[in-house]
């Protein structure tokens, strides 16, 4: 798989020249078909074949994958068409799914809009969509024909969208590079340069990835902030006005998983303030209640890194490094969202 990280315009066109598709299909939500189809419409095929969906991860689930499947077979999509996915994280995993599975797999490329996308979604061929309010309970490895990213389209995203995505470069950073970390937690979260950290992280998922393709270990250190913060986002996602980002619950969950990093003996105190400062300074914290921790524990007993009854976590053996497959009992996790509440 290649990740280019250049200007739409001639990213794409090179890509559709070098190939021979029968037909082209394209996957967008209300919002990136509004903002973001207008940049890559004209390089399109003329007959190309458009699928709207509705955005945000509620609809993430088989009754959308449902219709997109239908739009393709009405369409007489044979096995040689490609699906391009333009639009975030939902988009990604979605219209990745659909293709790997439409006819046993056709190809697809991803186009990634959001920051959360460009850094992490897009990169590694991990597809799925929610199920039972389970997220990403279904899916599967398949790797894109291509990732094109352009940084311009970071111009249509809300501050709200864009701050989500940065949880997954802080992310990058406390797993894999101490000195980059030490850079973005000196100044306030707007003044990075995104561009640059957006290529400084597709470089650090790229290489796990390629060592560990299918997360049978090392991979896994990418799930940091994952347990408790997917537990978090999955209670939270059908309250109404409490769902939150996918990004704002990593926060919540690096700070709980700090804190369990900490009690272990593995950073110190001065690396838990440190981390805690910097993401409650940049995300504010996320109102739960003492009496929402059991099921939020619950729903960490569906966490894909699990082996039997055993909830397993990846966690910080200090700042640029992270041991993965670390058992963590019930109420060792009570007392980290018992912390993050306090």
Known sequence: MSVQIASISTSLPAFLDSKNYSRVIVLVDELTQKHCLSKIENILPKNYIKVVIKSGETNKNLTTCVK?????????????????????????????FCASTYKRGIDFIQIPTTLLAQVDASVGGKLGIDFQGFKNHLGVFQLPKTVLIDPTFLETLTEREKRSGFAEIIKHCLIRDAAKWSEISQIDWQEND?????????????????????????????????????????????????????????????????????????????????IEAYLFATYGKVPLQESEIPEIIRLTMQDKKNLGNEVRFSLLTGIGDCGYDIPVGKSEMKKALQYYIG
């Open 194 to 274: 995104f561009a640059t950290l957006v290529a400084h992280s597709v470089a650090i998922k790229e290489a796990i990835v390629t060592e560990d393709p299918k997360e049978a270990g090392i991979r896994k250190i990418l799930n940091l902030g994952h347990t408790l913060g997917h537990a978090a986002e999955t209670f939270l996602l059908n309250q109404g006005k409490r769902k939150i980002l996918h990004g704002e619950a990593v926060a919540v969950g690096i700070i709980t998983e700090a804190y369990l990093s900490y009690e272990r003996g593995l950073i110190s105190i001065v690396e838990l303030e440190e």
């Open 68 to 96: 997109i499947w239908e739009v393709m077979t009405k369409s007489n999509l044979d096995r040689h068409a490609l699906m391009i996915n333009l639009g975030g994280g939902v988009i990604g995993d979605m219209g990745g």
